[in-house]
């Protein structure tokens, strides 16, 4: 974790909650979680199956509501920020990468990283080249121009991660991102996440249910029936 002073905070929750009904019966998934991440970190959030994680993440990134807290991004206060703006901040501060890779079939490697920059208004060329840049920060470069179905769930979960880089976001959230992938997959995409964190400073956080996978991470927290345990030794 880097030294100092709020300046290096990229990502600040307070008092997270977050209920669902069903039926007759509420479920109350998140029960007051608060968090920071500093830029640079690689943080990994553990937690089994149902134990809000993945609500979690979809809240600090902005793809859901809260029913009560803050979550402050870059500076940004997310759920203070205009309804209609959302997509448009999402698109230029976040990342992210899910465990199904949602490469688009129809277009080639290349192709599927430029998307959200063209979504952002790059002309095809800028965001072609810069599609190039990515790839080649994540290790891709010889195999752009074959399409998802061509490549491996280790390559396809490269793609994803250099997508998600793409606008050069102030944080990549993965939610299970070797979910689908080998155990030798899960470990070099690991070692991706933290060179890309050690080496280049990106801020990445991962939620996961899998201690191996959590153990690369530079720190890890613990979410227990929709509280945060602590950090993990």
Do not use: C, W
Not at 17 to 45: C, K, N, W, Y
Not at 98 to 113: D, K, P
Not at 202 to 213: A, G, K, P, S, Y
Request: no cysteine; hydrophobic share 40%.
């Amino acid at each position: 974790m880097s030294s100092g002073g709020i300046a290096d905070v990229v990502l600040a929750a307070h008092d997270i909650r977050r209920s669902f009904q069903t039926g007759p019966e509420r479920l109350d998934v998140l029960r007051g979680i608060s968090l920071e991440v500093r830029r640079g970190e690689l943080v990994a959030i553990l937690g089994p199956s149902g134990s809000g994680k993945s609500t979690l993440l979809h809240i600090l990134g902005g793809l859901d509501r809260p029913d009560s807290g803050r979550v402050i991004l870059d500076s940004i206060d997310i759920f203070g920020y205009p309804q209609s703006r959302l997509p448009e901040l999402r698109a230029r501060k976040v990342g992210f990468v899910f465990q199904f890779h949602h490469l688009l079939a129809e277009f080639t490697v290349l192709e599927n990283v430029a998307i959200p920059l063209l979504v952002t208004g790059r002309t095809k060329a800028q965001a072609l080249a810069r599609a190039g840049e990515v790839l080649s920060e994540v290790g891709f470069t010889s195999r752009m121009r074959h399409r998802p179905a061509e490549l491996s769930g280790g390559e396809r979960a490269k793609v994803a991660l250099a997508r998600a880089l793409a606008n050069d976001p102030a944080i990549v959230f993965a939610d299970e991102p070797t979910g689908n992938l080998d155990a030798v997959s899960s470990a070099g995409l690991m070692e991706l996440f933290a060179h890309l964190s050690g080496e280049k400073g990106r801020t990445i956080l991962v939620v996961t249910h899998n201690q191996l996978v959590a153990e690369r991470s530079g720190r890890r927290l613990h979410i227990e029936e929709g509280r945060l345990r602590g950090e993990v030794v």
